[in-house]
């Protein structure tokens, strides 16, 4: 705290000069030590955009995204640290591909991406609890789209299928047609990558369902 409140007296003296860049980076690790991980990271960016060509200009980089790192919060939360994050580290493996901290941005680019996917689905599983099938399709389609590799896919089928099923279920007669084949049109999709699922049982009496209302009205299913 001592060593920032100096460098914050010193750092118009010294503007202009060799040791600008010096002072400008210890100001910034003096309130990164302080935990102070908002305003440090403010300093690194603009010292990585000051001061390219720096000595400290690798160690700033990689600070800055470090910083932006430790303000990630848990997954329920706004993620615009995260992805401040996952962009800074992004841009110091390209800018500096041959530095020893590669493989430490790779882990945390991981981590984070893993919170943003659990930020995804959270979200669309929240829609599904509250029994809003329309919005739920959405979201949980959306997450799967940018998520593929997702680690709850098995989980988001599946409410895809039910939330499918009930949307078309709790419809007006004329819109249940077209939204039962939607349903037995997503378990053909979920039953075709997860045949041995433990939901096979429930979605499965869902598609006998669905396909037993369009036969009663003489309506053929459509495979896909």
Same mark, same amino acid.
């Given at each position: 705290?001592?060593?920032?409140?100096?460098?914050?007296?010193?750092?118009?003296?010294?503007?202009?000069?060799?040791?600008?860049?010096?002072?400008?980076?210890?100001?910034?690790?003096?309130?990164?030590?302080?935990?102070?991980?908002? =305003? /440090?990271?403010?300093?690194?960016?603009?010292?990585?955009?000051? $001061?390219?060509?720096?000595?400290?200009?690798?160690?700033?980089?990689?600070?800055?995204?470090?910083? $932006?790192?430790?303000? /990630?919060?848990?997954?329920?939360?706004?993620?615009?640290?995260?992805?401040?994050?996952?962009?800074?580290?992004?841009?110091?493996?390209?800018?500096?591909?041959?530095?020893?901290?590669?493989?430490?941005? !790779?882990?945390?680019?991981?981590? =984070? !991406? +893993?919170?943003?996917?659990?930020?995804?689905?959270?979200?669309?599983?929240?829609?599904?609890?509250?029994?809003?099938?329309?919005?739920?399709?959405?979201?949980?389609?959306?997450?799967?789209?940018?998520?593929?590799?997702?680690? $709850? !896919?098995?989980?988001?089928?599946?409410?895809?299928?039910?939330?499918? $099923? =009930?949307?078309?279920?709790?419809?007006?007669?004329?819109? @249940?047609?077209?939204?039962?084949?939607?349903?037995?049109?997503?378990?053909?999709?979920?039953?075709?990558?997860?045949? +041995?699922?433990?939901? @096979? @049982?429930?979605?499965?009496?869902?598609?006998?369902? /669905?396909?037993?209302?369009?036969?009663? !009205?003489?309506?053929?299913?459509?495979?896909?």
């Amino acid at each position: 705290m001592r060593a920032g409140n100096i460098f914050d007296q010193i750092a118009p003296v010294f503007r202009g000069t060799k040791k600008a860049d010096s002072v400008y980076y210890f100001q910034a690790m003096s309130n990164f030590k302080q935990r102070d991980y908002i =305003l /440090s990271g403010h300093y690194f960016q603009l010292f990585s955009q000051t $001061y390219g060509n720096s000595p400290f200009a690798h160690d700033a980089a990689f600070n800055e995204a470090y910083c $932006y790192y430790l303000q /990630s919060p848990r997954p329920e939360l706004d993620q615009a640290s995260t992805y401040q994050a996952l962009d800074a580290f992004q841009l110091f493996i390209s800018r500096y591909s041959t530095s020893t901290h590669v493989e430490e941005c !790779r882990k945390y680019i991981i981590e =984070l !991406r +893993e919170k943003i996917m659990q930020k995804s689905f959270l979200a669309a599983k929240t829609y599904f609890d509250l029994e809003d099938y329309k919005a739920s399709l959405t979201a949980l389609n959306s997450s799967l789209v940018d998520f593929p590799e997702t680690k $709850y !896919r098995e989980e988001i089928m599946y409410m895809i299928v039910k939330s499918s $099923y =009930l949307l078309a279920f709790n419809s007006i007669e004329s819109k @249940k047609p077209e939204r039962f084949q939607g349903s037995i049109d997503d378990y053909y999709s979920f039953i075709a990558e997860f045949p +041995e699922s433990k939901y @096979k @049982k429930e979605t499965t009496r869902m598609y006998e369902n /669905s396909s037993q209302y369009l036969k009663t !009205r003489n309506i053929d299913v459509i495979k896909e």
